[in-house]
């Protein structure tokens, strides 16, 4: 089976552009979570869906925006791009919407804002 | 953001010897997890806690859920030159504003020498 996928691999975009993620989840998981790695650092919580509604956002400002589709995929969007918004952006899958439940990260879009 | 106190940042070890790395939080977690991330790829789920004071092996991988609830450690043992990678702590709390939210530590970036 597909593990988590995510569309764009790479993206280079300036200061003040918008652009958008994709994520499709594991087959059979309806949750889809995203986060935002900076170089050097750890994850960062921005969003988790459920059943298309937002379940958790973490403190990010409203430039991040998200939305899950019916087939449970996603997309990340970030407005008025700036210098500070260059990192790897992951998104995670889980089953469903139990709050503890594991999750399982894609490979990631590497996004470079210049 | 919060992030969890992840120990060492870094190590260098030969091939054989066993590791220990540490993960400590100011706050509960209901959910203790250990990924390992390569370059270029998303994080890989090594071993997940569930209950405080569980004690879960995984091959060469052995991980604890403190007592507290607020502390982790992750041992490997007999490392290997596959070993090589950053290994993070994540915790999960349930329900409320944070629904999902994985908090990562900084990483532990291990190098094994032959």
């Known amino acids: 089976d597909a593990g988590v996928t995510q569309s764009p691999t790479h993206l280079i975009k300036t200061r003040g552009q918008q652009v958008t993620l994709r994520c499709s989840p594991i087959?059979?998981?309806?949750?889809v979570s995203w986060y935002q790695q900076v170089l050097g650092q750890g994850p960062q919580f921005i969003f988790q869906?459920?059943?298309?509604?937002?379940?958790g956002r973490g403190n990010f400002p409203d430039r991040f925006s998200a939305r899950q589709f019916p087939n449970y995929s996603s997309e990340l969007n970030v407005n008025a791009l700036l210098l500070g918004d260059s990192a790897l952006y992951l998104c995670?899958?889980?089953?469903?919407?139990?709050?503890?439940?594991?999750?399982?990260f894609g490979p990631g879009t590497r996004l470079l804002v210049l | 953001g919060q992030q969890l106190n992840q120990s060492p940042q870094s190590m260098f070890i030969q091939e054989g010897e066993d590791v220990s790395m540490n993960c400590t939080s100011s706050s509960i977690f209901n959910t203790w997890l250990w990924y390992k991330q390569e370059p270029g790829e998303g994080p890989v789920l090594l071993i997940a806690?569930?209950?405080?004071?569980e004690l879960t092996s995984n091959g060469r991988l052995t991980a604890q859920f403190g007592i507290t609830r607020k502390d982790s450690f992750l041992n490997i043992s007999a490392s290997i030159p596959s070993d090589v990678g950053i290994y993070f702590c994540?915790?999960?709390?349930?329900?409320?504003?944070?629904?999902?939210?994985?908090?990562f530590g900084q990483g532990t970036i291990l190098t094994v020498h032959p």
């Open positions: 994540a915790g999960q709390q349930a329900g409320g504003t944070s629904y999902g939210k994985l908090t």
């Open positions: 995670a899958s889980s089953l469903g919407g139990q709050g503890g439940e594991t999750q399982y």
């Open positions: 869906y459920y059943e298309k509604e937002e379940r």
């Open positions: 806690l569930y209950k405080a004071g």
């Open positions: 087959s059979g998981h309806k949750s």
